[in-house]
């Protein structure tokens, strides 16, 4: 697990919230995008040192519709950027954590990602991220 990549904001309303945090960093987000086998939109702010990914669900029986219902908007996971995702998901496990998928599967922003299930990381949602090529 290399570097924190970027850090994800579970918010309801995503336009409301670009302008929200465009005015907080004094930048606009520079993308959005959509994945929909999550059922999720997603935008992308650069702070330099590290990215903010706002995302909002856009069916209810999406992750983060369920997420919001149950804890609010906020905080929703860390992204660590991962040469090897495949392997060190092999590894994690090996180490006892929890991981939500089998395999790695495609997130946004061109990355592969898989998540630990936060029942072993203290409650804390981490993705795994490792560019596509
Ligand atoms: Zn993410």
């Given at each position: 697990m290399?570097?924190?990549e970027h850090?994800g904001?579970?918010?309801?309303?995503?336009?409301a919230?670009n302008?929200?945090f465009?005015?907080?960093?004094g930048r606009?987000?520079?993308?959005i995008?959509?994945v929909?086998?999550?059922?999720?939109r997603t935008?992308?702010?650069?702070?330099?040192?590290?990215?903010?990914?706002l995302?909002?669900?856009t069916?209810?029986d999406?992750?983060?519709?369920k997420?919001?219902?149950?804890?609010?908007?906020?905080?929703?996971?860390l992204?660590f950027?991962s040469e090897a995702?495949?392997?060190?998901?092999?590894?994690?496990?090996?180490?006892?954590?929890?991981?939500?998928s089998?395999?790695?599967?495609?997130?946004a922003?061109?990355?592969n990602v898989?998540f630990i299930?936060?029942?072993?990381?203290n409650?804390?949602l981490?993705?795994?991220?490792?560019?596509?090529?």
């Amino acid at each position: 697990m290399k570097k924190l990549e970027h850090i994800g904001i579970a918010v309801k309303d995503l336009d409301a919230a670009n302008v929200l945090f465009a005015k907080l960093f004094g930048r606009p987000h520079y993308k959005i995008e959509e994945v929909e086998k999550e059922g999720v939109r997603t935008s992308f702010f650069d702070l330099g040192n590290v990215k903010i990914e706002l995302v909002a669900a856009t069916r209810p029986d999406s992750a983060i519709a369920k997420f919001i219902e149950k804890r609010g908007e906020g905080l929703h996971h860390l992204a660590f950027e991962s040469e090897a995702i495949e392997t060190e998901m092999q590894e994690l496990k090996a180490k006892e954590f929890t991981l939500l998928s089998e395999k790695p599967f495609a997130g946004a922003d061109n990355k592969n990602v898989a998540f630990i299930h936060p029942k072993t990381t203290n409650h804390v949602l981490v993705e795994l991220c490792q560019e596509r090529n």
